[in-house]
């Protein structure tokens, strides 16, 4: 009995250890970016594609792990079609053609990969670099809050059909299939009259699609790339993005989970890039507004520069601020962390600063971790109304000065970084004394 006893108290303090390093930022009892995710991704060789995907997918086929897919010019999977793709499968896309996948609206993508046997977008060189093909575009029939239901892809791109490339709808629940474990490298194509593709982009997909566990690494245009739609997505990573990590458009109502964007200071586009970017539209003319425009509700997000030098790397001009929120825009985040950027939030400067508008942008129990400045307007210099407003104990928010070694487990690995936070970083914030609501 006594044995017993010791071993419930030892599992107690362990669980209880465990749920204090995980209340924010990224969770997981184990580090779940371990076996499918890959930090070099320029060096492991695939070998020469063995079949060429070219033209239009028009009835359902299934990629396999025995052949390398070679993605030649813009490939589009239509007329309700259901494309499979096997775990472990690669798929090249051509830099000569710069090659690109859509799933057309009504058509489908199971990407169904395991911990294990990820399934690998990736590019045709040797020497890969970003930019060096497409991208992968997944269209629906969810709601977006352009005038009239439906819009279309810009990018360039060449069906053979314009009902190839339209997205939006009526259906929130609409399926456009899988991605899970899944691994996106070295996309992001620029063209002179569209500028840079993205190299995943949802547009009108609804919340019965799975978008889990993919990473986006060395994207030259936006990692993920939502417009419209209700997606749900969950234990996503984008890495050393040159453009944002995140953006959110068109009216989508988006939950992101558990999910991560490490930014380097060293990589970034001639015009700014940042971890996320939350806008209603791009042109308030073209936005209807009877419909509902942008929401995102993010939780246990870890959004994170890494710098040799943060204080150097600010001051010339190399950090820019981790998320901006742009008007008539909705945005909450919670138990989440946010280190190393210059400041950590910006609002649009058409954003009044009223309690409406303030009630719309929500940070509760949030992390800012080395930034300078923590929530600024654009174009003004004192934030202190924004500072007393989020610094707030109502908000639950923490502010802290901690180096990357102090404040995640392991974030210097170069293989198999962990962007926990440390337990100790936890233990001394002021959430110790509410607790309530951790385990929901």
């Given at each position: ?82 494309l ?17 996948l ?34 992968l ?67 009108g ?59 380097s ?36 997000l870890?959004?994170?520069n ?6 150097s ?54 992390y ?37 070694d ?16 440390q ?11 509410d ?6």
């Amino acid at each position: 009995m006594k044995n017993f006893i010791q071993t419930a108290l030892i599992f107690l303090l362990v669980f209880s250890t465990a749920s204090a390093q995980q209340e924010k930022g990224i969770i997981g009892y184990s580090n779940w970016l371990n076996s499918w995710t890959e930090f070099k991704p320029s060096q492991p060789d695939y070998g020469e594609p063995t079949q060429i995907l070219s033209g239009n997918i028009t009835k359902d086929t299934k990629l396999v792990k025995r052949d390398v897919y070679l993605l030649l010019g813009d490939v589009f999977v239509t007329d309700s079609t259901t494309l499979t793709i096997e775990p472990g499968t690669v798929i090249i896309g051509d830099f000569e053609s710069k090659g690109s996948l859509t799933i057309s609206n009504g058509s489908k993508i199971i990407a169904n990969g395991t911990q294990t046997d990820p399934i690998i977008f990736t590019s045709s060189r040797s020497n890969k670099k970003p930019g060096d093909w497409g991208g992968l575009f997944i269209l629906g029939d969810a709601p977006l809050n352009t005038y009239g239901k439906l819009s279309s892809l810009n990018y360039g791109l060449r069906p053979s059909s314009t009902e190839d490339i339209g997205f939006g709808g009526y259906n929130s629940e609409s399926n456009s299939g899988i991605l899970r474990y899944v691994r996106i490298e070295f996309a992001g194509k620029r063209t002179k009259q569209y500028g840079y593709f993205n190299a995943l982009t949802l547009a009108g997909v609804g919340n019965k699609t799975v978008i889990e566990n993919v990473m986006v690494s060395y994207s030259a245009g936006n990692s993920f790339n939502i417009l419209g739609g209700s997606a749900i997505l969950e234990q996503l990573v984008s890495y050393r993005s040159s453009r944002n990590d995140y953006e959110f458009n068109y009216g989508t109502q988006c939950q992101l989970i558990n999910s991560l964007a490490i930014r380097s200071p060293y990589i970034s586009s001639a015009d700014g890039s940042r971890c996320m970017v939350v806008k209603s539209y791009d042109n308030k003319e073209d936005a209807d507004t009877s419909k509902r425009q942008t929401f995102v509700n993010a939780e246990n997000l870890t959004l994170v520069n890494i710098s040799n030098d943060l204080r150097s790397d600010i001051k010339v001009g190399l950090v820019q601020e981790a998320i901006y929120i742009g008007a008539d825009a909705s945005f909450a985040i919670n138990k989440s962390v946010i280190s190393g950027f210059y400041p950590a939030v910006i609002f649009d400067d058409q954003i009044q600063l009223n309690n409406q508008n303030l009630e719309k942008i929500q940070f509760t129990r949030t992390y800012f971790n080395n930034c300078k400045g923590n929530i600024y307007r654009k174009g003004y210099t004192n934030n202190d109304d924004l500072e007393s407003w989020y610094g707030s104990r109502a908000f639950d928010n923490l502010y802290a000065k901690g180096s990357d070694d102090e404040t995640f487990i392991d974030a210097k690995d170069s293989r198999n970084p962990d962007f926990r936070l440390q337990v100790n970083r936890i233990i001394a914030s002021n959430d110790f004394i509410d607790d309530d609501d951790d385990e929901d």
